[in-house]
């Protein structure tokens, strides 16, 4: 039986505007099985995993739990458990590090001081501190979601972590299972699909130096899809890598037609077109779905903008 994964590689399916949104990302480590929505159905409490997602909704924080590659046969908990929080709006983006005997402790967080930028919190209530070791690297292999995660996913962690990659962490869930492997990269927060081990090495010593990797990339988590596609789009068009070097400044209009305006920290700008299309001809968004055509984000112009443009926009 075909997989969705290969049925999405197949077709050639965009990979752009299709990363996970989130401009905050908060993991817990919690060894052992993951059920298809983890926060409740894991070793995790579940009234904790219910709790979390009440309080961090519509705060741009977004739980994930974390587990170390490997076998993951039935055998508790750790007493001591890592804890990451990352904030991914480039020019602001951090990467916080903290442990803890009481996961309980996080609903003490101020979730929206960290959905906007504020690391503070997790000082106070966790002991966090800047991490200073290597970036993330979070790989999506949770099956009771989709079985590629499983089947593609766990490969990939195990590699990386056989050949001495430090950073690297299974995720419970990063969308787009078609896409697999799929894979979150902080503190910058971009995703990437149909990941391979090489390429992989290659993103993360682009983070060590401060850039990003277009090829692969299905978007920045700070933006929305739209945005992320644009985005992306800059970046090929103008050549430019370094991560923190564009922003998102402006996103106007409603499906299926966008006008999405990037700025560059230098003073440039581009407009960007975006149009939602569907993907044809249908296809499974996941393993055991009916046929569907997935939205996709279509860049339809890139164009920069000159200064009396600018002026233009900065009257309107």
Not at 200 to 218: F, H, N, P, S
Request: charged share 20%; hydrophobic share 40%; glycine share 10%.
């Amino acid at each position: 039986m075909s997989t969705c994964t290969a049925a999405s590689r197949h077709l050639d399916e965009p990979l752009a505007g299709t990363a996970a949104t989130a401009r905050t990302w908060l993991l817990l480590e919690q060894p052992g099985p993951w059920g298809a929505k983890a926060l409740t159905s894991s070793h995790l409490d579940p009234a904790l995993g219910r709790a979390l997602e009440a309080a961090t909704e519509g705060t741009g924080v977004r739980v994930a739990l974390i587990r170390r590659p490997g076998r993951h046969a039935d055998c508790g908990t750790p007493a001591v458990r890592q804890v990451y929080a990352a904030h991914t709006v480039p020019g602001r983006t951090w990467l916080y590090s903290a442990t803890t005997t009481a996961p309980e402790r996080l609903l003490g967080l101020d979730f929206a001081a960290l959905g906007d930028g504020d690391p503070h919190t997790v000082d106070a209530v966790l002991r966090g501190r800047p991490h200073t070791g290597d970036p993330l690297a979070l790989v999506c292999t949770n099956g009771k979601r989709d079985r590629c995660c499983a089947l593609l996913g766990r490969p990939l962690a195990a590699e990386l972590a056989a050949s001495g990659v430090d950073g690297v962490w299974e995720v419970t869930h990063l969308g787009g299972h078609r896409f697999s492997p799929t894979l979150l990269v902080l503190p910058f927060g971009y995703s990437y699909g149909r990941a391979q081990a090489p390429h992989v090495k290659e993103i993360l010593q682009g983070v060590r130096e401060g850039r990003v990797v277009v090829e692969g990339c299905r978007g920045g988590s700070a933006w929305e899809r739209p945005a992320q596609a644009a985005e992306l789009a800059v970046r090929t068009a103008s050549r430019e890598d370094t991560a923190n070097a564009l922003t998102v400044v402006r996103t106007e209009g409603a499906a299926p037609r966008w006008e999405v305006e990037v700025a560059h920290a230098d003073g440039r700008r581009w407009r960007v077109v975006v149009a939602r299309g569907a993907s044809l001809p249908p296809r499974p968004e996941s393993c055991g779905s009916a046929l569907g055509s997935p939205a996709r984000m279509d860049v339809v112009s890139v164009r920069e903008l000159r200064l009396d443009d600018h002026a233009g926009t900065a009257r309107g």
